[in-house]
C-alpha cells in the first residue's frame, strides 16, 4: 500500500524559506512522475512542480526562479521542495503526489496517490 506523508511546513514571514519532504513508502518504482500541489482556502488545486524520473522539472509560472522540486530516487523516492522568497500568495495546504503509470506529468487528474498535506503560512 503507497502512502505519502509531507512534513517541512511552517509558519514564515515573507521572504523567508521552508523545505518540505514527502516520504513514499510502498512506492519503489522510480520511473514515474512525482510533484508538489498547492490548494488555498476558497481556491482550487493548482500544480506547483513535478519531477519525472528523468529529473525534469517543470514549475508554476508564480514559483519559477523561487522554488526547488528534487527527488532521492536511492531514498526510496523520497521527494522535496526548497522554497525561497516566500510571499502571502504561496499560503496553501501543499500536498506531494505520485503517478503509477508512464506519461505527462503535468495535471492533478493524473496522479494516482496523494498524501495528507502539509500548512505553510507565510505572512506579510
Known amino acids: 500500500q503507497v502512502q505519502l506523508v509531507e512534513s517541512g511546513g511552517g509558519s514564515v514571514q515573507a521572504g523567508g524559506s521552508l523545505r518540505l519532504s514527502c516520504a513514499a513508502s510502498?512506492?519503489?518504482?522510480?520511473?514515474?512522475?512525482m510533484g508538489w500541489f498547492r490548494q488555498a482556502p476558497g481556491k482550487e488545486r493548482e500544480g506547483v512542480a513535478t519531477?519525472?524520473?528523468?529529473?525534469?522539472?517543470?514549475y508554476a509560472d508564480s514559483v519559477k526562479g523561487r522554488f526547488t522540486i528534487s527527488r532521492d530516487n536511492a531514498a526510496k523516492n523520497t521527494l522535496y521542495l526548497q522554497m525561497n522568497s516566500l510571499n502571502p500568495d504561496d499560503t496553501a495546504m501543499y500536498y506531494c503526489?505520485?503517478?503509477?503509470?508512464?506519461?505527462?506529468?503535468?495535471?492533478?487528474?493524473?496522479?494516482?496517490?496523494w498524501g495528507q498535506g502539509t500548512q505553510v503560512t507565510v505572512s506579510s
Open positions: 503526489a505520485a503517478k503509477s503509470r508512464r506519461g505527462r506529468c503535468l495535471g492533478a487528474s493524473l496522479y494516482d496517490y
Open positions: 510502498g512506492y519503489t518504482d522510480s520511473r514515474y512522475c
Open positions: 519531477i519525472d524520473s528523468d529529473g525534469r522539472t517543470t
